[in-house]
């Protein structure tokens, strides 16, 4: 080996030595569990624990593996208002598309009518579109649309009227009493198609009654999709949540929801909230299914609240397969997902329309707080923009 492959080795030696140095490095920080990147959620198991064969030297510092830690999540009162601004955020909000129509003078039939386009736009539907613009055109009538302050009031109130601030919004997780004098939990069962979202709903609403401190347990009854019981799962556990599930996947749906009941009034706990599948089959498949479960709990317990989760970007579509869940399952409450990727919040007069249910929570990202309880008034400044 003469003088420059010496050097040649050098340069190539030297910088492997330093990255497999900086690896081991970064690979004994993430043993000793310092490395914030770790996933937390991940217990440590007594195997993933290393136990020294020597003696350990006075010098060496033995960090104990990082316990899992309960999350204790935000409370929900007032998130509509902190996530307002989600609403926006794939393009110029309903509202705000509308008061600039509004605020051009003289406003023409053809301006009227891009005002119901705009609606119609916005997944509000044919009916409660129309209505708002009649509304809007006596009113310019009478009052005439000069000042903008006060073309937004009465745009405000016409808007608000169709999302119906009188509707009872509030979620029955009150627990009851059985027969027996015996108390029984409130059953929540969440159901929808899959892929709207429904057991991150379920996860989320869990952390929304521990914030509420109520006690809580989960059903992991959508059996169908593989990973839904191991989401499930996930979630409860980051508060502290027990979830009943079967470890076979295709299980018996009923008796997972039935079994579940059944450990929530063991365990005396308030709400039993159970995730169901949605997969699209027929109607009469999906009543069978739907009527099973909710033929089993009721044995144990009343059914408090029927959720339907609903994918606001789904528009129609969505509108028609909830039509199917309002039929079969006697929904009580709806969730709208997703409110956070569209400009189609119109959807929230569409859906109470047509199903004459509530809109009681909305989704507005994939974080863990990202559902809201829903308030009229914070969704229509929400859409004014
Ligand atoms: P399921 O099949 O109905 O149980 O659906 P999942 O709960 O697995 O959710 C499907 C996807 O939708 C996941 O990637 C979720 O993170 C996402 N998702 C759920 N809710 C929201 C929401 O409000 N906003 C956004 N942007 N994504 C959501």
Known sequence: MDHSDLLNLLYVAVPALVVIAGGGTLIARRRRGDDTTVDREAPATPADVEVPD???????????????????????????????????????????????????????????DELEETLLLADVGAGPSAELVDALRTQARVQGLKDPAQVRDLLREQLLALVDPSLDRSLATTPGQAEDGGRTPAVVMVVGVNGTGKTTTVGKLARVLVAEESTVLLGAADT????????????????????????????????????????????????????????LQNKAGLMDELGKITRVITRRAPLSEVLLVLDATTGQNGLNQARVFAEVAGVTGIVLTKLDGTAKGGIVVAVQRELGVPVKLVGLGEGPDDLAPFDAEEFVDGILG
Do not use: C, N, Y
Request: proline fraction near 7%; glycine fraction near 8%.
């Open 54 to 112: 020597a003696p350990v030297a006075d010098d060496v510092v033995v960090e104990t593996p990082p316990v899992p830690t309960v999350e204790t999540p935000a409370p929900a009162a007032g998130r509509l208002a902190r996530l307002r601004d989600r609403l926006a955020r794939s393009g110029s909000p309903l509202g705000a598309r509308m008061l600039q129509v509004l605020s051009r003078d003289h406003l023409t039939e053809d301006d009227w």
């Open 224 to 279: 169908f999709r593989a990973a839904a019981a191991d989401q499930l799962e996930t979630w409860g556990s980051r508060v502290g949540i027990r979830t009943v599930r079967s470890d076979k996947d295709g299980a018996d749906p009923a008796s997972v929801a039935f079994e579940a009941v059944a450990a929530g009034i063991d365990e005396g706990v308030d709400v039993v909230l159970v995730d169901t599948a949605g997969r």
